[in-house]
T-cell receptor, first 114, second 111 residues
Framework: DTGVSQDPRHKITKRGQNVTFRCDPI?????LYWYRQTLGQGPEFLTY????????KSRLLSDRFSAERPKGSFSTLEIQRTEQGDSAMYLC????????????FGPGTRLTVL | QKEVEQNSGPLSVPEGAIASLNCTYS??????FFWYRQYSGKSPELIMS????GDKEDGRFTAQLNKASQYVSLLIRDSQPSDSATYLC???????????FGTGTSLTVIP
């Protein structure tokens, strides 16, 4: 296992469409995080899973956003009725819930909403 | 007040010099602190983690933590042009479930 992977790497969609992103964490990692990053800003926390349980969700995450990690392995992030303001890099990170919880990031999915 | 604050820079240093990057955080109970490097268009890459007061060295990088002052820094010795990137400070809050990132400091190392 070489690290966290994300798919797709790039997504262009029209406003109002739904999009879904996938994240595959490092295999032994039980924690998985989703972040959003816009130009000139640091990653902004969206949500966090420990195994299959979604334990934390940012108040910034509107009801158009939903995330799942059904079997405690890969995760999906869905955005419904996309808006131009959703254009950003969506980053996934994983960690082991011990030893300081160091997070390792995937390459990200860049979303452009036209 | 933001949870994590960094000087956005840009910071420019000549090749071979020491680059000093600073970060302050607001949650006094924070336990874990991280520095990430991010090249343009790429995802963050972990440089160092630090958990206790004092210095931690790894090659050309030294992280410094002062919990009383709520301050963490990163020193890069013998800076190289390949160190030119944005450096992100991240803090794991007292609850342990959320990481907060600063906006990053842009560093340019001039050959």
């Amino acid at each position: 296992d070489t690290g966290v992977s994300q798919d797709p790497r790039h997504k262009i969609t029209k406003r109002g469409q739904n999009v879904t992103f996938r994240c595959d964490p490092i295999s032994e990692h039980n924690r998985l995080y989703w972040y959003r990053q816009t130009l000139g800003q640091g990653p902004e926390f969206l949500t966090y899973f420990q195994n299959e349980a979604q334990l934390e969700k940012s108040r910034l995450l509107s009801d158009r956003f939903s995330a799942e990690r059904p079997k405690g392995s890969f995760s999906t992030l869905e955005i419904q009725r996309t808006e131009q303001g959703d254009s950003a890099m969506y980053l996934c990170a994983s960690s082991l819930a011990m030893g300081g919880d160091t997070q390792y990031f995937g390459p990200g999915t860049r979303l452009t909403v036209l | 007040q933001k949870e994590v604050e960094q000087n956005s820079g840009p910071l420019s240093v000549p090749e071979g010099a020491i680059a000093s990057l600073n970060c302050t955080y607001s949650d006094r109970g924070s336990q874990s602190f991280f520095w990430y490097r991010q090249y343009s268009g790429k995802s963050p890459e972990l440089i160092m983690s630090i958990y206790s007061n004092g210095d931690k060295e790894d090659g050309r990088f030294t992280a410094q933590l002062n919990k009383a002052s709520q301050y963490v820094s990163l020193l890069i010795r013998d800076s190289q042009p390949s160190d030119s990137a944005t450096y992100l400070c991240a803090v794991n809050t007292n609850t342990g479930n959320q990481f907060y990132f600063g906006t990053g400091t842009s560093l340019t190392v001039i050959p």
